[in-house]
């Protein structure tokens, strides 16, 4: 038996957990979970760097049919100055279906500093694995008796 949609909703938003890089939201008969993985800049005595990379999974629930269907959307972005020159870049991807994405970046050598924290001599370090996002979400669901959406593969 698949939990009513109000209630899912509410469990939903009890996931939010002060201890995690992430955040759920409700909108309408979706549940979106967003992470803003890394946003910083770095000094170099010889140039700058702006660094921003961001997901977002959207769930959007069919409380008829007791079926969830997951979108996820990637951005990063980014600016460098060196040698005179400006340089500004970035991506937006999306994806709808079963993906993971996991990594890690360093930078080295300059003065870090990422939003909200104070600048450091430290070299600017993060990871993300969309997994950690995710995974609470869909268990949740399957455990509440939504039924994942089945796509053209599967």
């Known amino acids: 038996m698949t939990t009513p949609l109000a209630e899912t909703l509410a469990l939903a938003l009890a996931l939010n957990d002060p201890k995690n890089p992430f955040t759920y939201e409700v909108k309408g008969n979706s549940i979106i979970g967003k992470w ?3 946003s910083a800049k770095s ?3 010889t140039e700058y ?9 959207t769930v959007d629930l069919d409380e008829k049919k007791g ?3 997951p979108k996820e959307k990637t951005s990063e ?3 460098s100055f060196e040698d005179g020159k400006l340089s500004i870049g970035g991506s937006v991807g999306g994806f709808s279906g079963k993906s993971m994405s996991k990594g890690a ?3 080295f050598g300059g003065v870090n500093k990422k939003k909200g924290e104070d600048a450091t001599l430290a070299p600017l370090v993060y990871t993300w694995d969309t997994a950690k996002i995710k995974k609470p979400l869909f268990d949740l669901l399957e455990a509440n008796g939504w039924k994942r959406k089945k796509g053209l593969f599967g």
């Not at 760097?49 to 999974?57: S, T």
Request: proline share 4%.
């Open 105 to 107: 970046s360093f930078e």
């Open 67 to 69: 079926t969830w269907k």
């Open 36 to 38: 803003d993985i890394v």
């Open 49 to 57: 760097k702006q660094i921003d990379k961001k997901f977002q999974v």
């Open 77 to 79: 972005g980014g600016a």
């Open 43 to 45: 000094l170099y005595p």
